[in-house]
């Protein structure tokens, strides 16, 4: 894979407060994170979260090295992971969160609308290269596969998901984060870019809203999901998602009814995983794992691991 950016790591806070916890969470669960912790200190004033974004990889390190409390990826520890951390006086505890989409975003003059698994794997592997092998109607040009960073969760779900031990081909390259995957798919219709669908449905208006209103609104949320409002934002985010096809004939877009019924294919879990329950690691892990920690997420169009919710239908590709 063509490296063109170094992993890009940020931290939610300068200082580091005495009664904090430290962790590490791939980028491309961002907009899920950031949430989660802005309500939480809402609602423990005296808690802060000191968060770091990077890749998959680098967040599993920190944990294993003992550099962080708690990272939030895109699976669980192996076996021997959880053997090792236990050999360092840990005792790790981990808990599906969500379920993520993976969603496949062109600029709008794409003309292409969807892809099956075979293809998206082929034109990973570089063995299609040009979109007009795609579509006839399509434009003559390289496809260009643009990914968030090496090591990211995205890189590994894409190679062990669709490419079954083959490499990723020539034409895949890494732009540092999921932000400018986006931006770089804005800029120039022969890109395709790979990132989670919550970067698509995050409202900007919403972000906006302190967090006490957030979390006073969770007290008389419902458990139905919006289906409409959020593929309204989906379809408003400047870009548009190809429908992927997992037996060539019917194609879905990353809609969360799709992600539910099993309809969309392209879908993984993300854990949350901690080195030790106690302080303020144990009541971070406590809320997102709890009804409000998973209404948030259900309100950034992907799916609570635990909360009951009632899926509105859409209408069918």
């Known amino acids: 894979m063509a490296m063109a950016a170094a992993t890009a790591m940020t931290s939610c806070n300068d200082k580091k407060p005495s009664n904090s916890m430290e962790l590490a969470c791939d980028d491309s669960f961002r907009n899920i994170i950031e949430q989660e912790i802005e309500v939480f200190e809402y609602r423990y004033p005296n808690n802060h979260v000191l968060c770091r974004y990077?890749?998959?990889k680098e967040a599993l390190d920190s944990l294993m090295a003992g550099k962080v409390k708690a990272i939030v990826i895109g699976?669980?520890?192996?076996?021997?992971?959880?053997?090792?951390?236990?050999?360092m006086k840990m005792t790790p505890r981990s808990q599906k969160i969500a379920v993520d989409a993976i969603a496949l975003i062109v600029n709008k003059e794409n003309p292409v609308e969807k892809l099956s698994m075979r293809e998206i794997g082929n034109i990973?592997?570089?063995e299609t290269q040009r979109w007009i092998d795609v579509q006839p109607d399509a434009p003559d040009r390289r496809i260009n596969i643009i990914l968030d960073s090496p090591g990211s969760s995205l890189a590994y779900y894409m190679q062990d998901s669709l490419l079954n031990g083959r490499k990723f081909?020539?034409?895949v390259s890494t732009v540092g984060s999921v932000a400018k995957v986006f931006e770089a798919v804005k800029k120039d219709p022969a890109n395709i870019g790979i990132i989670g669908v919550t970067w698509l449905t995050s409202d900007l208006k919403e972000s906006a809203i302190a967090a006490g209103e957030i979390s006073e609104n969770l007290k008389n949320d419902t458990t139905a999901v919006?289906?409409?409002a959020i593929n309204n934002r989906l379809e408003q985010s400047g870009v548009k998602t190809i429908g992927v096809m997992r037996d060539e004939f019917v194609a879905y877009r990353p809609y969360q009814q799709y992600i539910y019924d099993g309809s969309y294919p392209l879908t993984r879990p993300i854990y949350m995983i901690v080195g030790s329950i106690g302080g303020v690691t144990g009541r971070f892990y406590t809320f997102v794992g709890g009804v409000d920690g998973q209404r948030l997420i259900m309100r950034t169009g992907i799916l609570p691991a635990r909360v009951p919710i009632d899926i509105v239908e859409i209408g069918r590709e």
Do not use: I
Not at 82 to 87: G, Q, R, T, W
């Open 124 to 126: 990973l592997s570089g």
């Open 226 to 228: 919006d289906g409409v």
């Open 75 to 87: 699976r669980d520890l192996t076996q021997a992971e959880k053997d090792k951390l236990k050999s």
């Open 169 to 171: 081909g020539p034409n």
């Open 54 to 56: 990077t890749t998959q």
